[in-house]
């Protein structure tokens, strides 16, 4: 994820004719940079591949227009769980045809698209992403310090767990995230140790679990999320976000100590697909929707235990209103 689930910076199964199905507890990882769309050599056939994060909203954006891609105009689908730099990397290959949701990749995106132009911008998803730190609902209404990050180390001692020793837990998600939690809790001098917990779905069912016990917590997360329906949480102030700050960083990211960006989120299409992926392209272009709706079908997906399928078909039979502007004109 960094999603990039970072500042750098500017910073399951589906039904239907797919043959390759996607992880929807986003725990664990899947680097398939090497395959391609079963579809692909097959003259004349209507295929599409797209990419996947590992993070339930974007599996979200990727069921929904599977769904639609499918029963509305005919396409075989293929989906193919990528990281997010080796995803940029299958992208410029042509071993996938589209990214729905990138959070800001500013050197990929110079790269394949200002330079080799292997890439192609295909605007935004409609929604915006922020990733902060956040703390429970339940612990900022009774000590509202600690929505502010000067006041941490008062508290870093209640935040001790097991990993983080002596010092006070900062949680993050996978590895695999570009986040800037370690330079934020190196510069701004704080008491705290940045533990993840492997995955969104573990750090999910941590968070869960503290909440069940309304023990406080001070974890990475960022919305669109659907997790904030079940779990309010409050976000932390930390050192206003500035150009100069995101300038720096992108020279070394160990140098950052302000907040994460606000980012409108962005799909990319591999060139050749922009320019000959007919109504497929066309329609991926339209797709925009909001966080409200990517957040009804992440949360079926990751909590109530609907199919990505099943997910996806429920919202488009609710929301016939927002889909239909996607289709390409006739």
């Not at 090497?34 to 909203?57: E, M, R, Y």
């Not at 689908?77 to 589209?98: M, Y």
């Not at 209640?158 to 695999?176: A, I, V």
Request: hydrophobic content about 35%; charged content about 25%.
């Amino acid at each position: 994820m960094s999603r990039k689930r970072t500042m750098i910076i500017g910073t399951a199964a589906l039904a239907g004719t797919a043959v390759l199905s996607f992880s929807l507890s986003a725990c664990g990882k899947a680097d398939m940079t090497k395959q391609t769309s079963p579809f692909a050599a097959a003259k004349g056939s209507k295929s599409v591949t797209l990419s996947v994060q590992t993070w339930v909203g974007a599996q979200s954006n990727v069921a929904v227009a599977k769904y639609l891609l499918e029963h509305e105009l005919g396409y075989h689908v293929d989906t193919v769980q990528v990281d997010e730099i080796p995803a940029w990397d299958a992208l410029s290959q042509g071993r996938v045809d589209a990214i729905l949701e990138d959070w800001g990749h500013p050197d990929q995106e110079k790269r394949y698209v200002k330079d080799k132009k292997t890439i192609t911008a295909a605007g935004g998803n409609g929604v915006t992403g922020h990733i902060g730190w956040y703390v429970p609902k339940y612990w900022a209404d009774k000590h509202p310090e600690v929505t502010d990050w000067k006041n941490l180390n008062k508290v870093a001692n209640q935040l001790r767990t097991s990993e983080s020793g002596n010092k006070g837990q900062l949680m993050d998600g996978s590895p695999s995230y570009v986040t800037n939690d370690k330079a934020l809790v190196k510069n701004l001098k704080l008491n705290y140790e940045v533990v993840f917990a492997g995955s969104e779905a573990a750090q999910i069912t941590q968070i869960q679990q503290f909440a069940k016990e309304k023990k406080p917590f001070l974890t990475y997360w960022y919305e669109p999320q659907w997790l904030f329906n079940q779990v309010p949480m409050v976000e932390v102030k930390l050192p206003k976000y500035t150009d100069a700050c995101a300038e720096k960083g992108t020279k070394d990211p160990t140098s950052i100590d302000c907040a994460y960006p606000t980012t409108p989120l962005q799909k990319f299409f591999n060139t050749e697909f922009a320019k000959k992926g007919g109504s497929a392209a066309a329609f991926l272009k339209n797709f925009q929707w909001t966080k409200d709706d990517q957040n009804e079908v992440s949360e079926n997906i990751a909590s109530k235990g609907l199919t990505a399928d099943e997910a996806a078909k429920q919202w488009v039979n609710k929301h016939p209103e927002v889909w239909k502007k996607w289709l390409p004109k006739k």
